[in-house]
């Protein structure tokens, strides 16, 4: 059972008002049906103040396990924030926190007008200014939220199925049918989904050209002009070792492995508004776009030569995960692109190598935008 309380929340040292007379409290009764069947279902009480916070929780993830990848090949939970008004809303004075009595000032961030925030809740806040010092519970929770002057609003929720997002139906909404389920989510988009027009670019199964030799291709290799018209080619997942695998390439001597396979692929591309890859990679990936670093995973920081090894092994379930990313739109360019990956593997002797990456690409069309 899922269920979700929202409320109107006294400033911080005074007692959370659950139940006050300022609140409006609909009963779901049996609960309506959520993604793939999730039933959200319980009391719902929402905020009913005079004043409305410059700032909202827009949304959450409490078991990311593979909808979000950092750059650093992370899945943390994450919170993310919006802005709705005209504009920008510095983050000096604001806190945030899973223990309403405990909340923790927010880093001097800015968040811009109607644009969003995302803040990863993975107790590392080492890590940046975006990681908070406090984890999300999947199997129930909470999020309180702070404005300078101390008035918030409090968030709780029940279990969240793996890799589905709680969202607000739209940013900042405060209706008592405002809350959703997403799967995978929109971290640091938008809610309005239906707005967004996604495209695909690369499939999971498309064909690379790839090196699987000892000798690097070359320092051009992960450049758009570079000549691979001599490299095979073969349909995606590419390696070997596993039962997945579409396209089996040469790993070298099962004592001394080859560390490195190179992959590349062009596709056509138009300008667009948000852009995504899924990778699966066993172990390590860095990922170029028009010959630019977009993605490293499991490798070491510095330059990647053909004898860096990747950080740790890729095992188990990981092996055939697909892991989804954003990247930076503004890095297509219209018409021929090149998405050129290197994979690398942690041992000398690995039993297999796994590569595979999807590409696509999201307009905002209409008024969703």
């Known amino acids: ?16 008002q659950d139940d006050s007379a300022d609140s409006i409290t609909q009963d779901r009764g049996q609960g309506s049906a959520g993604p793939m069947g999730a039933q959200q279902s319980g009391p719902v009480t929402m905020p009913h103040t005079d004043g409305v916070l410059s700032l909202c929780v827009n949304e959450l993830m409490a078991d990311n396990a593979a909808a979000l990848w950092t750059a650093e090949g992370a899945t943390p939970d994450w919170i993310e924030l919006h802005n709705p008004t ?7 004075g604001w806190r945030l926190g899973d223990d309403p009595a405990d909340a923790q000032p927010l880093p001097e961030l800015t968040v811009e007008a109607g644009g969003f925030l995302l803040l990863y809740a993975d107790g590392e806040p080492d890590l ?13 929770d909470q999020v309180a939220l702070y404005d300078p002057e101390g008035d918030g609003e409090l968030i709780r929720f029940g279990h969240i199925e793996p890799d589905f997002s709680l969202a607000r139906t739209q940013d900042c909404c ?6 959703t389920h997403r799967f995978r989510g929109t971290p640091g988009a938008p809610n309005r989904s239906d ?25 051009d290799w992960a450049q758009p002009g570079h000549d691979d018209a001599s490299w095979p080619r ?6 070997y070792g596993d039962a997945h695998i579409a396209t089996v390439i040469d790993g070298g001597p099962a004592e001394a492995r080859h560390r490195t396979a190179w992959f590349r692929v062009a ?3 138009a300008a667009a508004d948000a852009l995504w890859a899924s990778v699966l990679m066993d172990d390590g990936a860095a990922v170029y776009l028009n010959g630019e670093e977009v993605l490293r995973a499991n490798l070491p920081e510095g330059p990647l030569l053909p004898r860096t090894l990747a950080n740790a092994e890729v095992t188990g379930a990981l ?6 990313v954003d990247l930076d739109p503004d890095l297509l360019v219209e018409g021929r692109n090149v998405v050129a990956v290197e994979v690398h593997q942690a041992t000398d002797s690995s039993d297999d190598l796994g590569f595979g990456l999807a590409l696509s690409s999201g307009v905002w069309v209409g008024d969703g935008r």
């Open 195 to 219: 707005g967004l027009w996604e495209r695909a670019l690369l499939a999971e199964g498309a064909t690379w050209s790839y090196w699987a030799q000892a000798a690097s291709p070359g320092l």
């Open 1 to 16: 059972m899922i269920w979700l309380f929202m409320a109107c929340v006294a400033p911080q040292g005074d007692a959370a």
């Open 267 to 269: 596709f056509d591309a």
């Open 86 to 92: 005209a504009e920008a809303v510095s983050l000096a």
């Open 128 to 140: 940046g200014p975006e990681h908070l010092d406090f984890r999300l519970a999947s199997d129930g």
């Open 234 to 239: 073969g349909a995606a997942p590419l390696g």
């Open 174 to 179: 405060s209706a008592a049918d405002c809350w």
């Open 319 to 324: 092996e055939t995960a697909w892991r989804r």
